[in-house]
């Protein structure tokens, strides 16, 4: 990749919001279009991101709040009108960001209209688009394979007799992608919203969009922990087949038909089935495959350190990294590594070579929110309500939290109920007080990202990462450059509660730009300075 050659989903910053959660127009609890376009300034001016991701806003019943589409070409009601929709296209492009949508083409609704023709008769015509399999001749499911929300990944039909396959809620059949209509009509969706102007899509599992042909039984995890039964299998037969490249292939040239438009795909994989989606030279995919590892990292410097280089040394060529440190399906961000950490984690998002993807919210050190009962509603919670605790994902998909009035700035203060309950701590923890406090984890994230706005060595600059000078120095930091043409950068973590000793094999003095404790000014010797407990520090060399 020549270095003057950057495309905006390479040096941009995607930031996700989950539309059911961001902002409120019209007093209902719930989220929608008209509450992003509100607070589209903060995105654009405050924050300074360059590509929005929104969640599944189209028609859908809500099994799983909007995974479960309907209707590929509408708007909810919930969340608008396709009216409401141009405007908010429109209104982004004006402030000179791009607009990703959610493309989730691994399944549809069992109430759009493809499904209820397929499960209206055998003979439809629509019946092969969808997964049906006779019982097992003795009897009961096809074979061994598990909805990832509990429960087999089949569903008997009385009507016709067969099985559904839907490797989520049963509201949410697979689609057939061996029958040759299902892949052009999906690529007809992504002609839909491309000629409107979307300037692409974050993709919805999509390596999952392809099966075992066969239907063979998936064999059991060794290494499983007994807790969640999806991941008592290896799913070897519903995930990551070979053939599913082409199909991404085929979505990819469709994107290259248009100008300037991108894919990420939700992928999790390891290093080396993860890179294969990029697809090759002559047969691209994705231009990004969603690296998902820090979202799943045990927070240890050795073991991250670790983790970047390795990803770095399985990157093809050509190939664009990004990074990943919080989504609507993974405990929030300063829960996972306590909220001081989350400072420090954020400068490795924004500092690390590759797009970063930031969840909303993060940017303020959101948390986990405890559901009370009966606000509980995602689908792996209320269906395995014994590891509730573990799978669901109500607590990090919480209202966001703008200011300190009553509803927080997310709904007007007289609304009742909002759809899920806000944090306990939305009285400080919010955009307008953090705005205020000098030192606040948004001001620092500001300021960062102001930093990185002009900054090739943090846009497009090379990456590596030092040993240590002499044994136990900086053994709780990750310390890593970046370094461009006319800047070097020094990026050092400590990843703990604890002052550390970093030693480089450096001289000279640097500068330092930014530190997470927002409190540090001036220039540090290189060869031997020190880290504050939870202290990140961006130097300038
Ligand atoms: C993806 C989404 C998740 C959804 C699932 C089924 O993993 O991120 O929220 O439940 O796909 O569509
Ligand atoms: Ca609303």
Redesign the pocket.
């Known amino acids: 990749m020549s270095n003057n050659k950057h495309l905006w989903w390479q040096t941009g910053v995607i930031y996700q919001i989950y539309p059911r959660s961001f902002m409120d127009s019209n007093g209902d609890g719930i989220g929608d279009l008209n509450g992003v376009i509100e607070r589209l300034d903060y995105l654009s001016e405050t924050l300074g991101v360059d590509v929005v991701w929104l969640s599944p806003i189209y028609p859908s019943p809500m099994h799983?709040?909007g995974?479960d589409i309907s209707d590929y070409r509408g708007i909810h009601p919930m969340f608008g009108t396709m009216e409401d929709f141009g405007h908010l296209l429109a209104e982004t492009h004006k402030r000179g960001m791009k607009l990703l949508l959610d493309l989730?083409p691994?399944?549809t609704s069992d109430e759009h209209p493809w499904f209820i023709e397929s499960r209206s008769r055998r003979d439809n015509p629509k019946r092969d688009w969808y997964i049906w399999r006779d019982p097992a001749p003795g009897g009961g499911v096809p074979n061994n394979w598990l909805s990832?929300f509990g429960g087999p990944a089949w569903t008997f039909d009385e009507k016709t007799g067969q099985y559904y396959l839907h490797q989520?809620v049963k509201q949410?059949p697979d689609l057939n992608y061996r029958n040759p209509e299902v892949l052009a009509a999906m690529l007809e969706v992504m002609h839909f919203w491309l000629d409107k102007g979307v300037d692409g899509f974050r993709v919805?599992?999509i390596s999952k969009m392809s099966k075992d042909p066969l239907f063979r039984d998936e064999p059991p995890d060794p290494a499983w922990n007994g807790i969640r039964p999806y991941l008592s299998l290896q799913h070897i037969y519903t995930s990551n087949m070979e053939d599913v490249h082409p199909l991404i292939h085929e979505m990819r040239k469709v994107l290259d038909s248009y100008d300037d438009r991108m894919m990420v795909g939700?992928i999790y994989l390891p290093n080396t089935d993860l890179v294969k989606y990029y697809g090759t030279p002559e047969k691209r995919e994705c231009h990004l495959p969603f690296n998902f590892q820090l979202i799943a990292a045990p927070w240890d410097a050795a073991g991250v350190r670790k983790m970047v280089d390795d990803y770095e040394a399985a990157l093809p060529a050509d190939a664009w990294p990004n990074w990943v440190l919080g989504?609507?399906?993974r405990h929030r961000l300063a829960t996972r590594v306590t909220p001081v950490q989350a400072c420090v984690a954020n400068m490795m998002l924004l500092t690390l070579r590759g797009t970063p993807t930031c969840y909303y919210g993060d940017e303020l050190g959101m948390e986990n929110v405890p559901i009370p009962l009966e606000y509980v509603q995602d689908p792996p919670a209320v269906n395995q309500p014994e590891i509730a605790h573990i799978v669901g994902?109500d607590p990090e998909r919480t209202p966001m939290q703008w200011d300190a009035s009553p509803n927080a700035g997310f709904s007007a203060p007289s609304v009742k109920r909002l759809w899920l309950p806000l944090a306990a701590n939305y009285k400080t923890v919010n955009v307008e007080s953090q705005l205020k406090d000098k030192k606040s984890f948004l001001n620092f994230f500001i300021k960062l990202m102001d930093y990185r706005k002009t900054s090739p060595a943090l846009k497009i600059g090379g990456y590596r990462s030092f040993d240590p000078k002499s044994e136990g120095a900086q053994k709780n930091c990750f310390v890593y450059e970046r370094r461009a043409e006319r800047e070097h950068l020094l990026v050092a973590l400590n990843f703990s509660g604890q002052e550390q000793k970093v030693e480089l094999p450096l001289s000279g003095k640097g500068k330092v730009l930014i530190s997470t404790t927002m409190d540090r000014i001036g220039d540090i010797n290189l060869a031997e300075f020190t880290l504050q407990p939870n202290e990140g520090c961006l130097i300038f060399l």
């Open positions: 799983d709040f995974y989730v691994n399944h990832h989520f949410q919805d599992v939700e989504n609507h399906d994902r």
